[in-house]
């Protein structure tokens, strides 16, 4: 299953090991692939893997089992979350691959792809002897097994022959699901949890002075994609105008606790192509009041229907109500449409039958799958919603084809330019993820999205 949410993600990167990972500074690094080669064209892999991997069934991994598993991926079987069914096929689903030997592999691809590794790193490798048992059988070879799970528990246990991390787990961790915020700050003053994730910065400010503060900056990108296949949205200046006349800092304040910090584009700073030189549209509805004048002279009525959830993000409601109100302020009379049913909702989004404006998140941790799925338009990926630029497309397409990493960035950030001017979105923030953590607690390993802060309380 393809997936983003960080809950489930906690679990699956205990378990399972995937060909490469990310070390904290964003590079790829071996995990159960030794070594990789690519050619010039960024369409043939050769993968070398470690020969010394064992699966928690006493398994030992061979190419076959890395094979079995990304065709698997590709399979009509393998569902998805929230409409991303059909996203690792879209990428893969034509390549083709050769076993040379027991521990070497090669993949050929019909199209160019320089960043292969970004789809590589999220789809794990089981045995493929288990593969006909799914979804009933969690066999990785992680540093930890499953020993159990309920509705609202998973028990992980130590696996003591796992190679493929820095260091051993030994002790074992019990997972458990709180869906209240209070609840789970109160397990962790009272002794009852050594970690709890997903604090609002609110919360995070009330840790005991027993416990340690962690946060780093999240890859999700919180935004509202714009129509800009028909109505309004199909006006440059006036989806520059959305941009200047919406108080970001306003928003974070008021939905995030100050717990989030600006967009400059499509991308956030941890992600490969983002440029980090692009300034963020500034609150400015001055300037918002005079494009949407120039767009009533040509004829818009001044109307906009926005689409919002009720929930992913959570705090869409009031982002609906903060945004109507800076909308109203120059000019714009916004109607909000709210949907309860979120996975309908992605597949109204997927079937680009929104409005005008709809709020939605991004959260690949991958420049070439946020791009390629909502930015391109020879593409028209499952998210895009009608934004076209050819110069953007070629770019894009430069890059797939771009081997090495330093020119592949600049490409990437020369589009990064266009694709902020364009304002295909109405770029909002990135969140803040808070956590709590006893300090008692043994060493705390997090998987990297970027460099972890953390802030030991006084």
Same mark, same amino acid.
């Given at each position: 299953?393809?997936?983003?949410?960080?809950?489930?993600?906690?679990?699956?990167?205990?378990?399972?090991?995937?060909?490469?990972?990310?070390?904290?500074?964003?590079?790829?690094? @071996?995990?159960?692939?030794?070594?990789?080669?690519?050619?010039?064209?960024?369409?043939?892999?050769?993968?070398?893997?470690?020969?010394?991997?064992?699966?928690?069934?006493?398994?030992?991994?061979?190419?076959?089992?890395?094979?079995?598993?990304?065709?698997?991926?590709?399979?009509?079987?393998?569902?998805?979350?929230?409409?991303?069914?059909?996203?690792?096929?879209?990428?893969?689903?034509?390549?083709?691959?050769?076993?040379?030997?027991?521990?070497?592999?090669?993949?050929?691809?019909?199209?160019?792809?320089?960043?292969?590794?970004?789809?590589?790193?999220?789809?794990?490798?089981?045995?493929?002897?288990?593969?006909?048992?799914?979804?009933?059988?969690?066999?990785?070879?992680?540093?930890?097994?499953?020993?159990?799970?309920?509705?609202?528990?998973?028990?992980? =246990?130590?696996?003591?022959?796992?190679?493929?991390?820095?260091?051993?787990?030994?002790?074992?961790?019990?997972?458990?699901?709180?869906?209240?915020?209070?609840?789970? +700050?109160?397990?962790?003053?009272?002794?009852?949890?050594?970690?709890? *994730?997903?604090?609002?910065?609110?919360?995070?400010?009330?840790?005991?002075?027993?416990?340690?503060?962690?946060?780093?900056?999240?890859?999700?990108?919180?935004?509202?994609?714009?129509?800009?296949?028909?109505?309004?949205?199909?006006?440059?200046?006036?989806?520059?105008?959305?941009?200047?006349?919406?108080?970001?800092?306003?928003?974070?304040?008021?939905?995030?606790?100050?717990?989030?910090?600006?967009?400059?584009? @499509?991308?956030?700073?941890?992600?490969?192509?983002?440029?980090?030189?692009?300034?963020?549209?500034?609150?400015?509805?001055?300037?918002?009041?005079?494009?949407?004048?120039?767009?009533?002279?040509?004829?818009?009525?001044?109307?906009?229907?926005?689409?919002?959830?009720?929930?992913? @993000?959570?705090?869409?409601?009031?982002?609906?109500?903060?945004?109507? =109100?800076?909308?109203?302020?120059?000019? +714009?009379?916004?109607?909000?449409?709210?949907?309860?049913?979120?996975?309908?909702?992605?597949?109204?989004?997927?079937?680009?039958?929104?409005?005008?404006?709809?709020?939605? !998140?991004?959260?690949?941790?991958?420049?070439?799958?946020?791009?390629?799925?909502?930015?391109?338009?020879?593409?028209?990926?499952?998210?895009?919603?009608?934004?076209?630029? @050819?110069?953007?497309?070629?770019?894009?397409?430069?890059?797939?084809? *771009?081997? !090495?990493?330093?020119?592949?960035?600049?490409?990437?950030?020369?589009?990064?330019?266009?694709?902020?001017?364009?304002?295909?979105?109405?770029?909002?923030?990135?969140?803040?993820?808070?956590?709590?953590?006893?300090?008692?607690?043994?060493?705390?390993?997090?998987?990297?999205?970027?460099?972890?802060?953390?802030?030991?309380?006084?």
């Amino acid at each position: 299953m393809c997936s983003d949410f960080k809950d489930r993600l906690n679990i699956y990167t205990a378990i399972f090991d995937t060909l490469v990972r990310r070390d904290l500074h964003g590079t790829f690094v @071996p995990q159960l692939a030794e070594s990789w080669e690519v050619s010039d064209s960024g369409r043939h892999w050769r993968f070398s893997l470690r020969p010394d991997v064992t699966f928690h069934n006493e398994e030992g991994m061979t190419a076959e089992d890395v094979v079995a598993n990304l065709k698997r991926a590709c399979s009509p079987e393998v569902g998805g979350e929230l409409g991303t069914e059909g996203v690792w096929a879209s990428y893969l689903g034509e390549a083709t691959y050769t076993i040379v030997d027991d521990f070497t592999f090669e993949m050929q691809l019909t199209q160019p792809m320089a960043d292969l590794c970004e789809l590589l790193m999220a789809i794990p490798i089981l045995p493929k002897s288990v593969l006909g048992d799914m979804p009933d059988v969690f066999v990785g070879s992680g540093p930890y097994r499953l020993g159990g799970y309920s509705a609202d528990s998973v028990l992980l =246990e130590p696996f003591l022959e796992c190679v493929t991390r820095e260091a051993s787990a030994e002790e074992p961790i019990t997972i458990k699901a709180e869906p209240d915020e209070q609840k789970r +700050l109160d397990a962790l003053n009272n002794g009852e949890a050594q970690l709890v *994730t997903n604090l609002s910065a609110q919360m995070a400010g009330q840790l005991a002075s027993v416990d340690m503060e962690l946060s780093h900056e999240s890859n999700l990108c919180v935004a509202f994609l714009i129509n800009c296949s028909a109505g309004p949205g199909t006006d440059k200046a006036l989806r520059q105008a959305l941009n200047y006349a919406v108080n970001v800092d306003r928003l974070i304040q008021q939905a995030r606790g100050g717990g989030a910090l600006p967009l400059n584009g @499509p991308l956030t700073p941890l992600h490969f192509g983002c440029d980090p030189r692009v300034r963020p549209y500034s609150y400015d509805p001055d300037k918002a009041r005079e494009l949407v004048a120039q767009a009533k002279a040509a004829g818009f009525d001044g109307k906009l229907a926005i689409d919002i959830p009720m929930t992913l @993000p959570d705090e869409s409601p009031l982002l609906g109500q903060l945004i109507q =109100e800076d909308l109203a302020a120059v000019g +714009l009379e916004v109607t909000l449409h709210h949907f309860d049913d979120r996975p309908a909702y992605a597949h109204m989004v997927k079937a680009k039958e929104i409005h005008d404006v709809c709020c939605f !998140d991004s959260s690949p941790l991958s420049t070439y799958r946020v791009l390629r799925e909502k930015v391109n338009s020879d593409v028209a990926g499952p998210w895009w919603q009608g934004y076209s630029n @050819p110069e953007v497309n070629k770019l894009l397409d430069q890059a797939a084809a *771009t081997i !090495d990493d330093k020119e592949r960035q600049a490409v990437y950030r020369e589009a990064y330019g266009m694709m902020h001017d364009d304002a295909p979105w109405i770029f909002l923030y990135r969140p803040i993820n808070f956590f709590g953590v006893a300090l008692e607690c043994p060493d705390v390993q997090i998987s990297p999205e970027g460099i972890l802060r953390f802030e030991e309380r006084e």
